[in-house]
């Protein structure tokens, strides 16, 4: 069994109240930074415990808070991306809603750290109902003196609120967010400047997942050399992941970073294996954005060692024969998905969420969709298979934001592993018009 420190007491009943969260050790850490611990020493045990953003680009938390601007008397702001809008990601959704008093203990040590006097968690308007759990808990934190002017009598202040956005994938992108906060269309902005320079009404900003708001509370408990030590390398402390597709337990997991991905996938103690015995065909291990990665590349790296549950490990080989660890989305495929419909259906996801601001993406991501709704439904030819990849291709690193890559990358990797599925598609028209076709294990149609 794992360490538990984020989903430790998640399943105690009244651990969503105030009470309940005293009752389990809550507010222990921000006490512990209150009475003795200085905004830099704060810093400095996060950037010791080599927590990485759990949003998905895996960027030194630590590292970022040092570049907020402090040379300037404007006020800072500390932003939480409560969005979580990554297709296979649901992993911020139980923290919040079963342990809200954990982000905002995070939110407020992490003000602290920063110097920021008005915080805000920006959710996905889909989690209304979280929403209110979470307002419903900043007044409890109001109430005790944990919010507000003069935190424990310690001279600290701190305004905490909560923001709904209105269901647009691309406000999760960060300068998107800061956009939509100030009321305007979540449209990303060019960087630099970076927000921790200029960002929240150009005032320096930080913005962090939910996740890694939420890790800073042990990190401080526990300190951040002691949280350095769980993990393997770079990749440090523990990471939730959102387990879902053919597996017998999806569900939201807390690894310890390292744990062997077949042993995640077929442990019971995890997944527990792929529904109703069948074989896996492939899993796409950091949400929808991240490349695919067939069963033949999946549990071992190009040296032949175990892949593992790191940054590290799942991106080894780079995107010829590696993924990314990403948010956490871990999407897994039995033997008779369809590849060329799961790339349809994700391309339509970010053609239908792309902003529109730049051409490559605006008009590459439709065009992508379109080509693959031709071939799933057994219109396509076999030169729309290279089409779809030369426009992938020109869409990647030529647009504002990553939303591009995003889009790009799912459909790189679904040709470079499974091109005889779309050709297959292609040369068999008639046995795919059925939208709900469902394959039978590769080897038997690969030999029709
Ligand atoms: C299109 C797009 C959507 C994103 N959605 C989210 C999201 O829902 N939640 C999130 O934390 N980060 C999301 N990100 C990443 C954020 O831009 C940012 O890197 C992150 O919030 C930083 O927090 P972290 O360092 O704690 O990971 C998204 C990025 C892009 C390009
Ligand atoms: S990449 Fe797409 S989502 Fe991002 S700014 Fe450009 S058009 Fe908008």
Not at 22 to 40: A, E, F, N, T
Not at 325 to 344: A, K, M, P
Not at 387 to 407: F, H, M, V
Request: proline share 5%; with cysteine.
């Amino acid at each position: 069994m794992g360490r538990k420190l984020l989903l430790e007491n998640i399943e105690k009943p009244d651990i969503n109240t105030i009470d309940g969260y005293l009752k389990y050790g809550g507010y222990r850490s921000l006490d512990k930074v209150l009475k003795g611990m200085s905004p830099d020493e704060v810093t400095e045990e996060v950037k010791t415990s080599g927590l990485r953003g759990r949003g998905g680009a895996g960027f030194s938390t630590g590292l970022k808070w040092t570049f907020i601007d402090k040379s300037t008397d404007k006020p800072r702001y500390l932003l939480c991306n409560a969005d979580e809008s990554e297709p296979g990601t649901f992993k911020d959704r139980l923290l919040m809603e079963k342990n809200p008093h954990l982000l905002i203990e995070g939110m407020i040590l992490s003000s602290y750290a920063l110097g920021c006097n008005t915080a805000y968690i920006y959710i996905r308007g889909e989690y209304m109902f979280i929403l209110r759990i979470l307002e419903r808990a900043i007044q409890e934190a109001y109430a005790k003196g944990f919010l507000g002017k003069n935190i424990q009598s310690s001279g600290f202040n701190l305004d905490l609120y909560v923001h709904p956005g209105a269901g647009a994938y691309i406000c999760g992108e960060e300068t998107a967010l800061i956009e939509s906060l100030e009321g305007k269309r979540g449209n990303p902005r060019i960087k630099p400047p970076f927000p921790a320079v200029s960002g929240l009404w150009d005032c320096p900003t930080i913005v962090n997942n939910v996740e890694s708001i939420a890790a800073v509370v042990p990190i401080i408990m526990m300190g951040g050399a002691e949280y350095a030590k769980i993990g393997i390398g770079r990749s440090t402390g523990t990471k939730l992941i959102s387990a879902s597709g053919n597996i017998n337990n999806p569900g939201v997991y807390e690894i310890e970073m390292g744990v062997p991905v077949e042993e995640f996938i077929y442990s019971d103690e995890y997944c527990g294996g792929i529904k109703g015995g069948l074989d896996i065909k492939a899993c796409v291990p950091g949400g929808s954005s991240v490349p695919i990665l067939p069963k033949s590349l999946l549990f071992k790296e190009s040296n032949g060692s175990p892949r593992l549950m790191t940054y590290e490990s799942l991106s080894e080989g780079g995107f010829q024969t590696g993924s990314m660890l990403g948010s956490g989305g871990f999407i897994v495929y039995d033997e008779q998905q369809c590849i060329v419909r799961n790339t349809w259906n994700f391309a339509r996801f970010y053609h239908h969420e792309s902003c529109g601001q730049c051409s490559p993406c605006r008009e590459g991501t439709g065009w992508m969709e379109r080509v693959l709704h031709n071939i799933e439904y057994g219109h396509g030819k076999e030169e729309d298979i290279d089409l779809l990849w030369d426009i992938q291709r020109r869409i990647e690193g030529n647009t504002i934001c990553p939303l591009g890559d995003a889009a790009a990358w799912p459909v790189a990797a679904a040709i470079r592993h499974f091109r005889h599925e779309f050709e297959y598609h292609v040369k068999y028209p008639h046995r795919v018009k059925d939208a709900d076709h469902v394959y039978q294990p590769e080897m038997k149609y690969q030999t029709i």
